[in-house]
């Protein structure tokens, strides 16, 4: 749950109108305009990296991600090699024992071929199960993949997204993960996906901090129920 901001019963709970969803979408555009980040068609290096993102940042994962892709010529031959030559070559990702065992997981469940590419074509919803099923798979990494690799309509909802767009009223305050999820994606219109999540993202690391969110100089607090005064 969003620091700060006190559970609320699903029964007591109204979704913000398509209205005031809205303003703070283009509010949030006034500050952080459009991300141009074209969908780059690679949802199984998508998936790896969210796998390698898990409890470090960024420079960490991208570090652990290149050093695995140089050591190995491709997924088959991640998933062939003995899981400590994968764990050597993501070390610097942290906590690279789990990780390690979790991409053989990935790779020997997806079997062969080893490729994602038909979630380009197939329905979001079969896509997802399929993501989800996978071990270690849950519905952040899901909608990285999903949004990220071709563009489709599946929020990624991180620790920043859920805080940022709690407070502001958008999501119910003590939802679960799973619900977070359906409700971003309800909210957010097919084509703005990545905007959203980049942006709420961007305004939970700059100004709503989890701590210490600065409302004094918000861009959002005239939108912003949970402001702190
Ligand atoms: S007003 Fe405060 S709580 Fe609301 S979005 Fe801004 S920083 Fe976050």
């Not at 994602?116 to 199960?129: F, G, I, K, N, T």
Request: aromatic share 4%; charged share 25%; net charge positive.
């Amino acid at each position: 749950m969003a620091s700060g901001v006190k559970t609320v019963p699903r029964k007591d709970w109204k979704r913000p109108s398509a209205r005031r969803v809205a303003s703070v979408r283009e509010r949030l555009r006034r500050l952080y305009g459009v991300p141009v980040i074209a969908p780059h068609g690679d949802p199984l290096g998508e998936l790896i990296l969210t796998v390698l993102s898990q409890s470090t940042n960024d420079r960490n994962r991208d570090v652990a991600f290149l050093r695995l892709r140089k050591r190995f010529a491709s997924w088959e031959e991640v998933r062939a090699a003995p899981v400590d030559q994968i764990e050597e070559a993501i070390r610097p990702g942290g906590i690279s024992k789990v990780k390690s065992k979790r991409i053989h997981d990935i790779l020997e469940a997806i079997g062969d071929p080893l490729d994602l590419e038909w979630m380009r074509e197939a329905p979001l919803e079969q896509s997802q199960q399929y993501l989800c099923a996978l071990p270690g798979v849950g519905r952040k990494t899901a909608a990285c993949v999903l949004c990220f690799s071709f563009g489709l309509p599946d929020v990624p909802v991180d620790t920043h997204v859920s805080r940022v767009a709690t407070r502001l009223g958008l999501l119910r305050p003590g939802a679960p993960f799973e619900e977070l999820h359906d409700e971003m994606t309800a909210l957010t219109p097919p084509d703005a996906a990545l905007e959203f999540h980049m942006n709420l993202l961007r305004h939970g690391r700059r100004t709503c901090h989890a701590r210490s969110p600065q409302c004094a100089t918000c861009g959002l607090r005239r939108l912003c129920p949970g402001k702190l005064h």
